[in-house]
């Protein structure tokens, strides 16, 4: 086993393609055999059959009135404490995270922008690929899609990096269209489809789910684009944000294929499920008032319901916000400390203040899930 090279055997490709990306990135020090074997884009491509869980998010405050970036990314698991700031230390300079998708990690060069470009890596491997970026916009939802289960070949890693833009016409309406890089084509096109709304995208990026990019907006819709099809579609939310007495906050996020939308408001936690994109049906999976979770969580909360109807706001920033869901684990602030809520579970967990993400900033940050993936980028692809 010290030489898989001498073994006419197909007994470890199978046994080691079933593990976890975490498991064999130490087994990867077992030999050389076992290494080349673990690196090889067939192995790779096997290996990425099998769903990878939840390993964590990464964390970027925004300013909100500085036009600056703030530079500093932070990485927290989820399954033990620590914060990690050095996550993307290999790339060629500062970024700000855009996406994440499956192993997969799209950024933008930091803002004043003096050779603006786009990168999508993997920062398991700390391979990137890197993408010329015409008109750059600081806020800009540039969104990744990839799914390893069809994208990886011998030759090739296949991804898409989708621009939404939103324009106003002389009448006073607004549209998006998409622009669209391939990284089999090397190129940006601008596709055909647009798609009417009025909204402005918010919060994170685009979440990747059965083919389908989402983007939540400031009203009660949320734009989904098709990304094989070119086509796009608005989807209504659950409730209307006009039915609670406070400001409801919700974000989206994705499990086993599926859609998720999740709500906090003064009538407790919501997650939702699209079950049917054209009539925009949901499913309730969850819910749970505030006195249920301060009664549950009273080592960490009081007060709940009469601090999120009453809170006195700065810049408006509410008491409690989701920022990102995946795999039923949702990051949530509530006052200046961030928490994990695991919903089935209903366990909480503190992270940490809001300080230890470096520079204070009360505009809501870019929070992305991320799961580990052993996906080759670097010179194979022949990235700059």
């Not at 703030?70 to 033990?80: A, D």
């Not at 391979?127 to 070949?153: G, H, T, V, Y």
Request: charged share 20%; proline share 5%.
């Amino acid at each position: 086993m010290a030489d898989l090279g001498c073994l006419n055997t197909d007994i470890p490709f199978n046994v080691l393609s079933r593990l976890q990306t975490k498991d064999l990135l130490g087994l990867k020090c077992v030999s050389k055999g076992w290494k080349h074997l673990i690196s090889d884009r067939s192995f790779i491509q096997a290996q990425s059959q099998r769903k990878e869980p939840l390993s964590g998010f990464f964390f970027q405050q925004r300013h909100r009135y500085c036009p600056d970036d703030i530079k500093t990314i932070t990485y927290f698991p989820v399954e033990r404490k620590g914060l990690q700031q050095d996550v993307f230390a290999f790339l060629p300079r500062d970024v700000v995270v855009l996406a994440s998708c499956h192993g997969l990690v799209c950024c933008r060069s930091c803002y004043p922008f003096e050779d603006p470009a786009i990168y999508v890596c993997n920062p398991l491997n700390c391979e990137w690929w890197r993408l010329d970026w015409k008109e750059p916009d600081k806020e800009s939802f540039i969104s990744l899609a990839f799914n390893p289960s069809q994208d990886i070949s011998v030759n090739l890693t296949n991804f898409k990096v989708v621009r939404p833009r939103q324009f106003e016409t002389e009448q006073g309406g607004a549209y998006f269209s998409f622009e669209i890089y391939a990284s089999r084509t090397r190129n940006w096109k601008l596709s055909k489809e647009v798609c009417w709304c009025d909204n402005s995208l918010s919060k994170n990026g685009g979440i990747f789910s059965g083919g389908i990019l989402h983007w939540i907006t400031d009203g009660d819709q949320i734009l989904t684009f098709s990304v094989e099809n070119e086509l796009a579609l608005l989807i209504s939310t659950p409730l209307p944000v006009g039915e609670f007495n406070s400001t409801p906050q919700a974000c989206i996020g994705e499990s086993e294929g599926q859609l998720y939308y999740v709500l906090i408001s003064e009538e407790g936690f919501h997650v939702w499920i699209l079950e049917d994109y054209f009539d925009s049906t949901w499913s309730l999976r969850y819910t749970k008032t505030l006195g249920q979770i301060e009664k549950e969580h009273s080592g960490f909360f009081v007060n709940l319901y009469d601090r999120v109807m009453h809170w006195p706001r700065i810049d408006d920033r509410p008491w409690m916000d989701p920022l990102a869901f995946k795999d039923g684990v949702l990051v949530v602030r509530i006052s200046n400390t961030i928490y994990l809520y695991h919903v089935d579970t209903s366990k909480m967990e503190e992270v940490c203040e809001t300080s230890k993400f470096g520079a204070m900033s009360w505009a809501s940050p870019t929070v992305l899930p991320y799961t580990m993936s052993l996906v080759p980028l670097g010179l194979q692809l022949g990235s700059p």
